[in-house]
């Protein structure tokens, strides 16, 4: 009897340590990853939510697109968070070579078509809606400043006039762009060929010959100051179009014949002028229009913080989130195991299969620390690092991810580790500072080198291969006192 009462309290002493071992030994879940963290036992280490507050605010310093950039052509008509936006493009095109004739005696050239054709990299937004583009002559009054780039969201500042369209509007069907294009010439994809009147093809195969217009660069410029592009913003539009202006699949194409020795023999040929890199003058402008939307009523324009339930990010030009974690400056010394600061998309049930979907989020968000003394961003210190790889996306965060949550499936989300950002703060009392939120084009912020090697800050540019293209991407988020989709920082910690 005694034997068999103790083998039984042995069997629940084992029982109940295999329960405490397996408490002991859980190791918690981490939104990023990157590493091991202890096990979350409620005695030894502990975890907790530090609350944030939020606010949106406005893009409104300049943001350029750069002639090696995408450029940005369309508009949004339907986008009931965010709002309107018109893109449109400004452009020169060069002869091959100065001076300049169309092959073949004048006299026998017969001319046949002049197309503007553009490379076409992809949409953003809804291509069952067509576009409905119109390509017109810049004026002499305004030509195009070769090096100078313009303000993306201040057309105001620099305007360009139009001298009058080229052709008639043309729709495009942004499915068929992909399509490929086959003849003599072009045995290509991803086009979108526009063909301009027949006089214009006659001032540029017969009008403008070697005497005149094609003497050389600077002469051809009082004759035709580029292309501008424009889109009908009256008529449904949901998208924005990637067109690269420096690659092959961009040209303005003179289609010809002629007979330079007489011969009855005549042949269709081809000449094209082509986008310069590094000569040729271009703007992007992009527009956007907030009026009636629902950010509209969420846009912080004082000076004054407050905390608002719905934050909202845009690709630039657009809007940003301000964040300020209070509790962080009180906390006491402690081991921070992890930190992280969360944020997730709060889905528009309203257009959840529609205009959700088309209007996807950023891929990619930059955490900053926004100094008003100063009026510009630095990097979160010790966590966003730089090599000679770039920024260090992957171990800090930032790229979106999709998860289930809340009821649902897809859910677009963010996460950033700050646990060295929190480490200094809590042991050696480092500033605790205001944070921002943005969806980077082309970007630069100011870069110090981690703890203890600690530099002065030196400018380091972001483009649009480590953030994002221009105008692509919108996000509603929860802030800081969301019910269900609440921004948090999370502690993962150990005291000491």
Partial sequence: MRLFSTLRNTFIFCIISGFLLAGCTRITSTELGGGLIPPIDGVLTKDTILDVTTDTYEELDSVRIYKSDVHVLGAITNDPIFGRTSASMYFEVTPPVFPFAIPGNKDSIVVDS????????????????????????????????????????????????????????????????????????????????????????????????????????????????????????SAPANALLNINLGDTNTKFALYYSSSSTGATKRDTAVAYFSFNTLTSGDANFVTRNRAGSQVANYVNNTSTPRSDSMVYVQAAPGTFVRIRIPGLASLSNRIIHRAELIAEQIPDDANLLTIDQQMSPPRYLLL??????TNAKYNVPNDYTFSQEGPNINDFGGRLFYKTTQGYNRVASYTFNLSRYVQGIVSRKDTSHLLQLSAPVNDSLFYTNPYPQVTAPALYYLNPSVGNDPAMGRVRLGGGTHSRFRMRLRLVFSRI
């Fill in 114 to 233: 002049a197309v503007l054709v553009l490379s076409y990299k992809g949409f953003y937004g809804d291509s069952m809606q067509p576009l409905r583009l119109t390509v017109s002559e810049i004026s002499q009054s305004t030509r195009l400043q070769r090096n100078y780039s313009y303000p993306v969201n201040y057309p105001a500042v620099n305007p360009i006039s139009l001298a009058g369209p080229l052709a008639s509007p043309v729709t495009i069907d942004i499915r068929r762009l992909g399509d490929s294009v086959k003849n003599r010439y072009e045995n290509a994809k991803n086009q979108i060929r526009i063909r301009l009147r027949n006089d214009v093809a006659q001032r540029f195969i017969k009008t403008y010959d070697s005497t005149n217009a094609y003497k050389s660069d600077s002469l051809f410029k009082t004759y035709f100051a580029g292309f501008a592009l424009t889109v009908d913003q």
């Fill in 368 to 373: 900053s620390v926004f100094k008003p003394t």
